[in-house]
């Protein structure tokens, strides 16, 4: 990085480049941190008021500082970035700030593995390059396979080779000021030679501005990883075997890490210790220690004590790695949502095998629309399961995935109530319509002037927001501490809302949709009795009248309903719930003085009428004095 | 459980057929499910079939028996009774009911039950029920009364309540108008306290017409619908299996969320699970003298003190580049936190931009729920007969609990369908599928291969149609869950040696050698070169020239080494094995051989050095 005294300059209201260039491998860092990657960084500063770095001999590489060697990036490193490095003001020239980190990545990788040399160069290129040695410059790089890519503060078009107009650019783009000095120029020719020398075709690509950067790394990495080979033969039967590589293509990410307690004081985690004890169910919870204890499982309502060495042995035990076929089905009769598990494996043939006559067996059936049924285990220990090998057939590659089907355990078999022959939520035609015109306005999917069809909402190129959610507060927590945690970035809320011109397309069908489909929510009440049950309709006579929701005679017809109802079982028992339910009528009829039980007596005698004569009996062997108060008739009278 | 073989036949030849069981649910809810069995022991129940099918009561014991072990696997907290009513022989709680036999009380089902139910099977078992029981007089009424008592009995909460009359009979008290009127009244007794009343009507000579009697004694169907009643009797194993299966388990919702279209039109709807793993329960531990279950108890306690910890007094941290980062456990909510649950419409696109491998996780499924906001059955209704219309799927964004993050869901229309014996097969409503983020794929380099020719694919496609068949998810049951229970049975039941398990998702070789014929050889012929051997390994690709003594890698690493790893962040760079190697010979315990894990250990383990 530049840290020379050019890259303090900025046109008034512009950030200056020494800012955006930091701001970049603030990112850049973050990243690399929280996805933890392997990959070591070293920062090279130049433009520095000293000089630290092992070229510096006779007055050669001056003003350029080693400021971190090649190791893994930490919070140590951002920390640094944010606080020690500032403008300094000399210059130093690029050039010589390359060759001291291909030099660095020289010595620094002894003996290390590694996939891939990068030199990055943050810089406004304003520094007076010397062009000796360029071209041994590049051959060492070609020679050690370093890439480089430069991150300037105003963009490189590449229809201006050979000394470039800098009043065609437009003076728009931030950080061009006056346009480019003299110095730059220049440089930036050099730059464009060694980018094309590199590669010839796409070489300038590499070449970017500081604000893009900026704007592409404020997402924080997705996760990768390196997808494992899982090596086996496909079998149909006992004699036909193919040979196939599978790849585990999509599977719900976790994140690696859990979160840890640690003492709030502190904040140590050794301070914290768990422990685990047992005890008895009983009123003491007797505890009881873990080696006095055994292994058991539920067999409904029995325990069976089980142990581990009993367990192992009576397992279940099968022959490990496999993925055989069972047969062949319509793909129709496999859906969708009956997949199961949370990953899908892609299978190949394999790379290595030379020998291999032809692609994999996946594009031999895919015409009949079929599908294998097969059973995979992905090795001695783990469960064998049933599942769908789907032929998949690519422009550049043909191979199955394969998918987990569930097992008759897994299926829970719910009926719901049919919506089409129902009348009551039959939708109108105006509805219908509504909706249709809904749908119409929110497609998410168009055709373009060129006739192709763009997708303006790809899921699956959407960092999972909770990752990204995750990593911006623990940054924030780490670098600065004891403060509240931020607001969610916004491009990740407007990542997770409609699109706008969705938004705006759908007003009026939505205006139409409010009008046409009335929607209320239901207040949530406690249940209220509303009528005489049959459980107890004693009880229910009392809690109504108390109520007063209902008129006293509406409710006193429904007990008598219930009373008619009950005697007509002729059963002793119904009879003793109807006197229950007498009497009830009774007390309540003396709390609202209401004398109007002559009602009653009227129906009672109807029951007389039909030949209740056991019920009689009960009602006049006195357990209950019915008609003790200001009512005294003669029940004898009622008798037949 | 049905043969698979059943299954392997051409499917031209293939009849419908409904086999299986239902797992149960992993729902925390409060209160025990409850099931009563009441099943009809008059004479006509013991008649056989024709050509030698079982009788209806034998059907009734095959599917109870069912019910209880599938319980057992996937429920065993809720509670089952079995009753029988029109015995000549009475036994129940205080014997105050005559003719009503309770074979089983309500409780849990466990190894005893599933035997007892085993014996009633069979012309073996047709006897024992002559002997124990008998057929007499039927008074559905006093059964029932009966059943009401087993429930009231019960002093614990229960949360759902249902009732199943299994009967081949229409009119079961005949002529006997008082004994039809108290059955009613006790029917709408029970109803009333929020039993639910099933009828599981069998066949019989004539046929079972429903309104002579039994319309007022089950429970009307959820959607009001005549459906429940136009019920034809069931006459096979199968459709009775399946017909109790839908009704046996009671639909929970795993959440109840609002689907806002936009500002203000929000549709409540209830997501379920209709496809769960099912895997074997985890061990409980027993006291070793009394084999009674102990609870386990878990603290944090501060070391030095020994004082127990409050929640208050703990927080939460994570390592990430050699620094620890401290959050309060409310502030490790609320990171996750995007917005309050819910399904928020995005758009829409054409079914074909689903695409297969975007599979993460189960598929769940959506109803309306119009109890909680009036007219969101008929919205929904009307979405999803357009999107049907229209072939498009609903992309949502979903949040589906408090301080869930947000994932996407496409919401894929599904029509209801029925099968022959009008029983629904497939019920309407959305399957939400979820959709990756662009962390959940990863990148695969697919090989370059040579194009197959023409008449290799042919021969190909002549081997696929050999070996067709219909396949049906419910068709393979799982044999590790399936012998890990039949283990528990043995062990209970004291039995010598567990009963076999068939491991139904094992290739049937010679069936399929069988079927192929010379087909295997010709194919061969045609792809492979001479002598070539797909099992043979393929040659090692890097041989060493020195002997084998030093093909093990060391695996060692001194303590500096170890500690400036540590120091330097490198230490993810080890392997496992090394790790392993180095977790051993320091004697740390780890809690996993997961590479995490063992880096843990290991830091923690040198923390106090550095």
């Not at chain 1, 520095?48 to 190791?71: A, C, E, V």
């Not at chain 1, 067996?361 to 090795?379: F, N, P």
């Not at chain 2, 949502?396 to 229309?413: E, G, H, K, T």
Request: glycine share 6%.
């Amino acid at each position: 990085m530049d840290v020379g005294f050019s890259m303090s300059n900025s046109a008034p209201g512009e950030e200056p480049p020494f800012e955006l260039a930091k701001k970049v491998i603030q990112k850049f860092v973050q990243r690399q941190v929280f996805a933890e990657t392997k990959d070591e960084l070293a920062l090279v500063l130049f433009g520095t008021d000293s000089t630290k770095n092992p070229l510096d001999q006779d007055g050669q590489y001056q003003n350029i500082t080693i400021h971190r060697h090649l190791m893994m990036p930490d919070f140590e490193l951002l920390e640094e970035i944010q606080n020690q490095i500032h403008p300094e003001s000399q210059q130093a020239d690029w050039l010589d700030a390359l060759v001291v980190c291909m030099d660095l990545l020289q010595r620094e990788t002894k003996g290390k593995k590694y996939d891939r040399l990068n030199i990055v160069l943050l810089t406004d290129l304003n520094t007076g390059a010397s062009a000796d040695h360029l071209d041994v410059i590049i051959e060492n790089l070609k020679k050690d396979g370093i890439t480089l890519q430069f991150f300037l503060p105003f963009p490189v078009e590449e229809d201006e080779e050979g000394g470039g107009d800098a009043d065609r650019r437009g003076p728009s783009h931030p950080g061009m000021g006056k346009g480019l000095s003299r110095e730059q120029k220049n440089s930036m020719d050099m730059m464009k030679h060694i980018m094309l020398s590199l590669d010839e075709e796409d070489g300038l690509d590499q070449i970017y501005t500081f604000t893009n950067a900026i704007e592409q790394l404020c997402m924080f990495k997705r996760i990768e990883r390196r997808p494992m080979s899982w090596p086996c033969q496909l079998t149909i039967g006992s004699s036909l075997s193919i040979r196939i590589v599978g790849y585990k293509a999509v599977t719900e990410e976790k994140l690696k890490k859990l979160w840890i307690s640690v003492d709030a004081q502190t904040n140590k985690r050794e301070d914290l210790k768990r422990e685990t004890v047992y005890c008895l169910d009983d009123d003491n919870e007797t505890e009881v220690q873990k080696d006095d204890t055994i292994q058991g499982f539920r067999y409904g309502s029995d325990i069976v004590p089980f142990s581990k060495v009993d367990q192992e042995q009576m397992k279940y035990t099968h022959d490990g790695k496999c993925f055989a076929v069972l047969g062949f089905t319509k793909q129709s009769l496999v859906h969708r949502h009956q997949f199961i598990g949370n990953q899908v494996i892609k299978i190949f043939a394999p790379k290595d095998d030379e020998e291999w006559p032809c692609r994999p067996s996946s594009g031999r059936w895919h015409e009949l629309k079929m599908v294998a049924i097969v059973r995979y285990a992905y090795d001695r220990r783990s469960n064998p399961q049933v599942g769908a090998a789907f032929p998949c057939i690519k422009q550049d590659y043909e191979c199955l995935l394969y998918v987990q089907l569930p097992f008759t355990e897994d299926l829970r078999q719910f009926t719901f109530p049919s919506l089409e022959n129902n009348k009551k939520f039959t939708p109108s035609d105006t509805q219908l319509s509504a909706v249709d015109s809904l749908i119409d306005s929110m497609m998410l999917v168009e055709e373009n002037e060129n006739g192709e069809q763009v997708d303006m909402f790809k899921v699956h190129q959407l960092p999972n927001p909770a990752f990204q959610r995750h990593f911006q507060c623990l940054h924030h927590r780490a670098v600065s501490p004891g403060t509240p945690l931020p607001p969610m970035e916004p491009w990740l809320k407007a990542a997770l809302e409609r699109p706008e011109v969705i938004s705006e397309r759908c007003q009026a069908p939505l205006e139409e949709m409010r009008k046409t489909f009335p929607l209320t929510e239901v207040e949530k009440k406690k249940k209220v009795k509303t009528s005489v049950g049959s459980v107890d309709p004693a009880r229910d006579f009392r809690i109504l009248i108390k109520q007063k929701s209902r008129p006293f005679g509406e409710v006193c017809q429904q007990l008598t309903h219930r009373i008619e109802q009950l005697l007509s079982n002729k059963n002793t028992q119904y009879y003793m719930k109807s006197i229950t339910c007498i009497q009830a009528f009774r007390e309540q009829s003396i709390e609202v003085k209401k004398k109007k039980n002559t009602l009653t007596i009227f129906h009672l005698r109807k029951y007389i009428m039909i030949g209740l004569e056991v019920f009689w009996d009960l009602l006049v062997q006195g357990t209950i004095s019915l008609f003790t108060w200001d009512c005294r008739i003669s029940l004898k009278s009622f008798l037949p | 459980m049905a043969e698979w073989n059943a299954y392997y036949h051409n499917e031209d030849e293939e009849e419908e057929q409904e086999e299986g069981e239902q797992s149960g649910g992993d729902y925390k809810v409060t209160g025990r499910d409850s099931l009563v069995f009441l099943v009809d022991a008059s004479k006509e129940m013991f008649i056989k079939g024709e050509d030698g099918q079982p009788s209806n009561f034998d059907m009734t014991m095959e599917v109870v028996r069912s019910v209880y072990t599938s319980k057992i696997i996937s429920s065993h907290r809720d509670l089952v009774a079995l009753v029988f009513y029109g015995t000549e022989q009475s036994k129940n709680p205080r014997n105050s009911f005559k003719h009503v036999y309770v074979y089983h009380d309500l409780d849990e089902p466990g190894a005893k039950r599933v035997r007892d139910v085993d014996g009633l099977q069979g012309d073996k078992g047709a006897q024992l029920a002559a002997d124990t029981m008998g057929s007499g007089e039927t008074s559905l009424g006093d059964a029932l009364w009966c059943c009401a008592n087993l429930y009231s009995d019960i002093k614990l909460r229960l949360s759902h309540k249902r009732l199943m009359i299994f009967t081949c009979r229409d009119d079961p008290h005949g002529d006997d108008s008082t004994k039809d009127r108290q059955a009613r009244t006790k029917a709408s007794d029970l109803k009333e306290t929020g039993v639910v009343i099933d009828l599981m009507h069998m066949m019989k000579p004539g046929g079972f017409d429903v309104s002579l009697f039994f319309c007022d004694i089950v429970s009307p169907p959820e959607d009001e619908s005549e459906l429940g009643l136009q019920l034809e009797p069931c006459d096979k194993l199968d459709d009775l299996k399946k017909r109790v299966r839908a009704k046996e388990q009671k639909k929970r919702t795993m959440s109840r969320l609002n689907l806002c279209l936009g500002k203000g039109i929000n549709v409540a709807v209830g997501m379920y699970a209709t496809a769960v793993m099912t895997r074997k329960p985890s061990a409980i531990r027993l006291y070793r003298e009394t084999n009674e279950p102990v609870r386990s108890k878990t603290r944090t306690f501060h070391t030095q003190t020994g004082s127990l910890l409050l929640p208050s007094e703990i927080k939460k941290a994570q390592v990430y580049g050699k620094k620890q980062i401290v959050m309060e456990r409310d502030e490790v909510d609320t990171i996750k936190r995007f917005d309050d649950p819910g399904l928020l419409l995005m758009g829409f696109k054409p079914m074909e931009k689903l695409k297969l491998h975007h599979h993460i996780r189960p598929a769940v499924f959506l109803y309306p729920e119009e109890d909680e906001v009036k007219g969101s059955t008929c919205l929904f209704s009307a979405l999803l007969m357009k999107c049907r219309e229209k072939n498009v799927f609903a992309l949502c964004r979903c949040i589906s609990r408090r301080n869930y993050p947000p994932r996407f869901v496409a919401l894929v229309p599904q029509k209801e369908e029925v099968d022959h014996g009008k029983v629904q097969i497939t019920p309407p409503g959305f399957n939400a599928i979820f959709l990756p983020y662009a962390d959940d794929i990863r990148t695969v380099d697919a090989p370059q291969c040579p194009v197959a020719s023409q008449m290799q694919v042919n021969k190909m496609k002549e081997i696929v149609s050999k070996l067709r068949f219909k396949y049906r998810s419910d068709a393979f049951e799982n044999p590790v869950v399936q012998q890990h229970y039949r283990n528990l049975e043995a062990l209970a039941l004291d039995m010598m040696a567990p009963e076999d398990t068939e491991d139904l998702i094992m290739p049937k070789v010679e069936q399929i050698d069988q079927r192929l014929g010379p087909l295997v050889q010709e194919f061969k012929d045609l792809v492979y070169p001479n002598g070539y051997n797909p099992e043979s390994k393929p040659a090692a690709k890097r041989k060493t020239g020195q002997s084998g003594a030093e093909k093990k890698p060391k695996m060692e690493v001194s303590e500096d080494e170890l500690k400036a790893h540590m120091q330097n962040g490198t230490l993810g760079k080890l392997t496992v094995p090394i790790l392993k190697e180095a977790c051993k010979q320091f004697g740390i315990r780890t809690t996993g051989t997961k590479k995490q894990e063992l880096l843990d250990a290991l830091t923690q383990h040198f923390q106090f050095f550095l």
